[in-house]
C-alpha cells in the first residue's frame, strides 16, 4: 500500500510561481509512474502531468505546457511539480497519483492552489 501526501499548496497572485510536493511511502517508488491531476470547482478532475518512473519521460496537458515542469527524486520518494506563470484559471485542488503502468493505483488527499487575478 502507498501513501500520498501533497504539499505546497497555497494562494498566489497571477503570474506568481508554487512548488508542490508528493511524498510515498509504503512502496517501492521508483517503480511507479507518477501523475498530478487536478480538479477545479464544479468541475471534472483532469490529468495535469506524468512522469515515467525513472524520470526521463514526461508529458503534459497542453493548457499546462511550457508554464509547468514535473520532476522526481527516487532517493526522496517525492515527486514536484513546479508551477510557473500561474493564471486564474489554474486555482484547483491539485493531486498526485501514483500507480504500475498506466494506471493510477493510489491516491493523495490533494492540496489547494489558489491564483488570484
Known amino acids: 500500500q502507498v501513501q500520498l501526501v501533497e504539499s505546497g499548496g497555497g494562494l498566489v497572485q497571477a503570474g506568481g510561481s508554487l512548488r508542490l510536493s508528493c511524498a510515498a511511502s509504503?512502496?517501492?517508488?521508483?517503480?511507479?509512474?507518477m501523475h498530478w491531476f487536478r480538479q477545479a470547482p464544479g468541475k471534472e478532475r483532469e490529468f495535469v502531468s506524468r512522469i515515467s518512473p525513472s524520470g526521463s519521460q514526461t508529458y503534459y496537458a497542453g493548457s499546462v505546457k511550457g508554464r509547468f515542469t514535473i520532476s522526481r527524486d527516487n532517493a526522496k520518494n517525492t515527486v514536484y511539480l513546479q508551477m510557473n506563470s500561474l493564471k486564474p484559471e489554474d486555482t484547483a485542488v491539485y493531486y498526485c497519483?501514483?500507480?504500475?503502468?498506466?494506471?493510477?493505483?493510489?491516491w493523495g488527499q490533494g492540496t489547494q492552489v489558489t491564483v488570484s487575478s
Open positions: 509504503g512502496g517501492t517508488f521508483s517503480s511507479y509512474r
Open positions: 497519483a501514483a500507480g504500475l503502468g498506466f494506471r493510477t493505483d493510489y
